[in-house]
């Protein structure tokens, strides 16, 4: 697999082991579900939150806003550390400061 999960071994303050390890499955499985599913992985679309082009193959979208599957999985987070409110929310913190 092309995946890079090294960006997902921070694990911030207030969210336990556990359960970072139950996010980051849960989100592994979803990628896996979309595979399954015969989504493209060449089909991609601009990440909401890092506003980068990203594959659709485990992409999440929470109230019409499409998070890549690294942002879903750090939005997740964040809402178990409750750090994040709504993914609108989560998005305009993120890109507060981009051009
Ligand atoms: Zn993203």
């Known amino acids: 697999m092309a995946i890079d999960y090294s ?3 921070q694990v911030r303050k ?3 082991k556990g359960q970072y ?3 980051t499955e849960a989100m592994r499985l979803i990628v896996e579900e979309d595979r399954e ?3 493209d992985s060449l089909s991609e679309f601009v990440c ?3 506003a980068r082009p990203r594959t659709m193959v485990g ?3 929470y109230d019409g806003i499409r ?3 690294d942002c879903a999985t750090a939005f997740e987070v964040a809402r178990v550390d409750h750090t994040a409110g709504s993914c609108a929310e989560f998005v305009s913190a993120r890109t507060a400061g981009r051009n």
């Open 67 to 69: 998070l890549c599957n």
């Open 37 to 39: 599913r015969g989504i």
């Open 7 to 9: 960006r997902r071994k």
């Open 48 to 50: 909401a939150a890092c």
């Open 59 to 61: 992409s999440v979208e």
């Open 21 to 23: 390890e139950a996010i």
């Open 14 to 16: 207030g969210v336990t």
